[in-house]
T-cell receptor
Framework: GQSLEQPSEVTAVEGAIVQINCTYQ??????LSWYQQHDGGAPTFLSY????GLEETGRFSSFLSRSDSYGYLLLQELQMKDSASYFC????????????FGQGTELSVKP | GAGVSQSPSNKVTEKGKDVELRCDPI?????LYWYRQSLGQGLEFLIY????????KSGLPSDRFSAERTGGSVSTLTIQRTQQEDSAVYLC????????????????FGAGTRLSVL
């Protein structure tokens, strides 16, 4: 089967840097994605890693190590609006694109 | 449309009743997914459509759950004889086939239907 583990919650202050870790177990690997979900809102795509290394998109970066079955999302220059839940997800097979999600990390940004 | 649209946004029903949830994907997106999210939990895959066919129904929790898609566009998720454990937010997502976005498997989600079974 497939499973992902991530911390349930993280707290940080405005302007700081926070890292949200994700470890996964899959029978095959087809990429690690990150989604953001504000309370009551739709999940929105943040980042995707298929190969080892760092992907940077503005204040957000995502890292992948396939040998360690590990990735992280790095958020820099935290803003209050970054308070949300963050989900890592793996593709559930090479046919179709269903995603298997972690339980989510609730990030609280304090002033 | 501009985004994925789901209706109704909220649905309260009595145990044993049937409900239908609707999803309008982004125009031109051939792939459509249904997920379920219980309070404070991650998203649980239910079913995947490519066009009008559903090659992966592995996430449907019981035969009370069914879904269809017509015209390669609108999809309906039907739950028969609802139970209290069916209470959750039902999310629909769509994605484009081909190109960089498909390679990244970017899925665009609607805001969901919050189902409450009393």
């Amino acid at each position: 089967g497939q499973s992902l583990e991530q911390p349930s919650e993280v707290t940080a202050v405005e302007g700081a840097i926070v890292q949200i870790n994700c470890t996964y177990q899959t029978s095959g690997f087809y990429g690690l994605s990150w989604y953001q979900q504000h309370d009551g809102g739709a999940p929105t795509f943040l980042s995707y890693n298929a190969l080892d290394g760092l992907e940077e998109t503005g204040r957000f970066s995502s890292f992948l190590s396939r040998s360690d079955s590990y990735g992280y999302l790095l958020l820099q220059e935290l803003q209050m609006k970054d308070s949300a839940s963050y989900f890592c997800a793996v593709r559930g097979g090479n046919q179709g694109g269903k995603l298997i999600f972690g339980q989510g990390t609730e990030l609280s940004v304090k002033p | 449309g501009a985004g994925v649209s789901q209706s109704p946004s909220n649905k309260v029903t009595e145990k044993g009743k049937d409900v239908e949830l609707r999803c309008d994907p982004i125009s031109g997106h051939t792939a459509l997914y249904w997920y379920r999210q219980s309070l404070g939990q991650g998203l649980e895959f239910l079913i995947y459509f490519q066009g009008n066919s559903a090659p992966d129904k592995s996430g449907l929790p019981s035969d009370r759950f069914s879904a269809e898609r017509t015209g390669g566009s609108v999809s309906t998720l039907t739950i028969q004889r609802t139970q209290q454990e069916d209470s959750a937010v039902y999310l629909c997502a769509s994605s484009a086939r081909g190109g960089g976005e498909y390679g990244k498997n970017i899925q665009y989600f609607g805001a969901g239907t919050r189902l409450s079974v009393l």
